[in-house]
């Protein structure tokens, strides 16, 4: 299969060449495995201060285009690249999603799925990921602040001052930064997140385990906690993935699958990445979702309009 350099050189040789070679390779995956594909690229990379590559409500509408029209016996092969977004709106998604094809959705991740991201590759029944892939920490923010580390820092300081009321005076600042209910929307918001992750869990890739509650538990108290994860942009590899117990499939390791015209599965995952990219690099696109029937929703990027002074 086409190496980045290769895939640039086809894209240029058609009049649409973008949409083209994406579906191209997409189609040729099909093929090979006989399971529905829906790729679900962000431009965050690129274009990191885009107002709509995270994950939202709109986005239900883009999985309902690219879900209709496909064989719902075949399974679903997700192949997820972005940053996160809303917890809600991805709660919709994965309820949607598996309400069509059950629990027979597997997370291809050929780079990165972050926060929400990471939510919906733990509701499939098993995530692929290459040595390059990662999925990061689940702990719900608000105004880019941790949940959960407010909470941690909110029972440090209560620690304290009951062990030195003193020190009330130094810590004044800090509280004074938490507006009334504040603490409780994140309770609430790492309840919600911790509870929703382990019953996706529970109902797919550990629901075979002997304790499937224990063993969900096990990896939502790591990644939901920030004490745990250290910082919400957390990078957790393969090797890091499998030690928490998460059911992951070496992208590497699937030999088993021959596309057309490339040595493996791996060829064809990362010739795919490779053609979104490139699309993301070249177009105005701010998020894709596209099934390998040619069926998609492109939502571009929408410039903030400065008024004039």
């Known amino acids: 299969m086409p190496s980045w350099g290769e895939v640039l050189e086809e894209i240029s040789m058609h009049s649409n060449p973008l949409d083209v070679t994406r579906r191209k390779y997409l189609k040729i995956m099909n093929k090979a495995t006989g399971r529905n594909v829906i790729a679900?690229?962000?431009?965050?990379?690129?274009?990191?201060?885009?107002?709509?590559?995270?994950i939202n409500d709109n986005d239900k509408n883009a999985f309902m285009q690219t879900v209709y029209g496909l064989d719902k016996t075949k399974g679903l092969d997700l192949i997820l690249h972005t940053p996160g977004g809303s917890i809600a709106a991805t709660e919709s998604i994965v309820t949607y999603l598996k309400s069509i094809f059950r629990n027979d959705i597997r997370a291809f991740i050929p780079q990165i799925a972050m926060s929400a991201g990471t939510m919906i590759a733990l509701a499939?029944?098993?995530?692929v990921m290459g040595?390059?892939?990662?999925?990061?920490?689940?702990?719900?923010?608000?105004?880019?602040?941790?949940?959960?580390?407010?909470?941690?820092?909110?029972?440090?300081?209560?620690?304290?001052i009951k062990n030195d009321p003193s020190s009330v005076e130094l810590w004044k600042p800090?509280?004074?930064?938490?507006?009334?209910?504040?603490?409780?929307?994140c309770e609430n918001a790492v309840k919600w997140s911790n509870e929703m992750v382990t019953k996706w869990l529970c109902e797919n890739m550990f629901c075979?385990?002997?304790?499937?509650?224990?063993?969900?538990?096990?990896?939502?108290s790591k990644l939901?906690?920030?004490?745990?994860?250290?910082?919400?942009d957390k990078h957790y590899h393969i090797e890091e993935c499998q030690s928490l117990g998460i059911k992951v499939v070496p992208l590497e390791s699937i030999k088993d699958v021959h596309p057309e015209g490339c040595?493996?599965?791996?060829?064809c995952v990362l010739t795919i990445h490779h053609a979104y990219m490139h699309t993301l690099s070249i177009s105005t696109a701010a998020k894709i979702v596209e099934n390998h029937k040619g069926g998609a929703m492109i939502m571009n990027h929408q410039p903030i309009q400065q008024s004039a002074p």
């Open 131 to 160: 040595k390059q892939s990662n999925i990061g920490p689940i702990d719900p923010q608000f105004g880019g602040m941790s949940c959960s580390g407010v909470l941690d820092e909110f029972k440090r300081i209560r620690e304290e």
């Open 124 to 127: 499939c029944k098993e995530i």
């Open 208 to 220: 075979n385990e002997k304790d499937s509650e224990q063993a969900a538990q096990n990896v939502v």
């Open 224 to 232: 939901v906690s920030h004490s745990e994860t250290f910082a919400h």
């Open 40 to 54: 679900y690229y962000s431009c965050f990379l690129q274009r990191p201060s885009a107002n709509n590559s995270s």
């Open 263 to 267: 040595k493996d599965l791996q060829d």
């Open 174 to 185: 800090i509280l004074n930064k938490y507006i009334p209910t504040f603490l409780g929307d």
